[in-house]
């Protein structure tokens, strides 16, 4: 094997990185077509999951007999809304396939090979150092079928998470990654009080990112939602839930007049409801969830261990007397977080995988 295959095989991680989070319950995946040490065609899986990356790439090639194929995830075997990816490459005589991670779909787990061998074609799996965890919520979406939870949070450097004479905690530079953060999930979860209180958009306000706006979940149990929210002036710009219960029908009429959609459950007090309603969230077609809250829903998330990763925005000013909580932070100060290298002008980027 020689360095070449690492190269390339990063080359397609690099492109599925780019629609991750807006392909549905489709995988994003990138492919890379190689012929003669020269990159010839590339793909990805397209937006809201298909064309798939393989046919992207290749079917613009009139010839590319005897190249070789490199994609990061095990192509597609078996028939589904498109014909499988297995069959392109065969009739566009690919000589060679090398893959990073097997498909956990039971309809293509390690099928390619056998597929693809029968048609004279060498398949290989390749391990990557650098995307090794790359589809971890795909794998958490085909196991669990619920969608892989992240949370962001920003606080202050003596860990506040509320100003009271400004709007924000972080800096801009912090805040642009935020918007990019929410590119990469395909919607956002959070509560009526956190959003009464912030007055947030939760979309993607940076150019060419400004028409991914992820879907919006909102728990109210009591219809509590204002009605001068700046996020009322996009409504009609993405898809909206509000999470309520059925005891609030007089209420709902109103809200669904603004555009406003509804998502039923009876009540989010314990683990079995938390999972329930993600559940729920996952047959809507949402495979990434990003959670947007206060340090109270935080909390309870974390807990019951309802999370898969969690980043921490922690600004380089103290607020002292201008800052708030509504609970300790002392959770937050026990995780062991891993620093992030990225310049935020004074702040700091932290992560938590769970």
Not at 189 to 203: A, E, R, V, Y
Not at 308 to 314: G, H, Q, V
């Amino acid at each position: 094997m020689t360095k070449n295959h690492n190269y390339y095989l990063d080359l397609a991680y690099q492109l599925a990185e780019k629609n991750l989070g807006k392909t549905g319950l489709n995988p994003s995946v990138g492919a890379i077509v190689v012929k003669n040490n020269s990159v010839i065609s590339s793909g990805i899986t397209s937006y809201r999951g298909r064309p798939h990356a393989e046919f992207n790439a290749l079917s613009k090639l009139k010839n590319c007999a005897g190249a070789t194929l490199y994609t990061s995830l095990e192509p597609c075997v078996h028939y589904g809304k498109t014909p499988p990816c297995t069959k392109i490459i065969s009739k566009k005589k690919i000589k060679k396939v090398y893959f990073g991670s097997y498909d956990p779909d039971i309809r293509s787990f390690k099928k390619a090979k056998s597929f693809l061998s029968q048609k004279g074609i060498d398949v290989k799996k390749i391990k990557t150092k650098n995307y090794k965890n790359f589809y971890k919520s795909y794998f958490i979406n085909k196991k669990l079928k619920i969608p892989y939870v992240s949370a962001k949070i920003a606080l202050s450097n003596d860990f506040f998470s509320i100003n009271y004479k400004k709007r924000w905690i972080t800096n801009q530079s912090s805040r642009k990654i935020v918007h990019l953060l929410r590119s990469r999930y395909d919607c956002i979860l959070s509560t009526s009080k956190t959003i009464n209180l912030d007055n947030s958009l939760l979309n993607c306000r940076i150019d060419g990112l400004d028409k991914f706006k992820p879907d919006l979940f909102i728990i109210d149990f009591n219809l509590k939602l204002k009605k001068n929210l700046l996020l009322n002036k996009i409504i009609n710009k993405r898809k909206t839930f509000i999470i309520t219960n059925r005891s609030n029908l007089k209420k709902v009429s109103i809200y669904r007049k603004k555009g406003y959609k509804f998502l039923f459950i009876n009540t989010l007090k314990d683990k079995k409801d938390f999972i329930s309603l993600y559940k729920k969230i996952y047959k809507l077609g949402y495979s990434r969830v990003l959670l947007e809250t206060g340090l109270v829903f935080l909390d309870t998330i974390i807990k019951n261990k309802l999370i898969n990763n969690l980043y921490l925005f922690k600004s380089n000013i103290n607020l002292s007397k201008i800052g708030k909580n509504n609970i300790s932070p002392n959770f937050l100060k026990k995780i062991k977080f891993k620093q992030i290298s990225i310049n935020l002008n004074g702040d700091k980027l932290f992560i938590k995988e769970f």
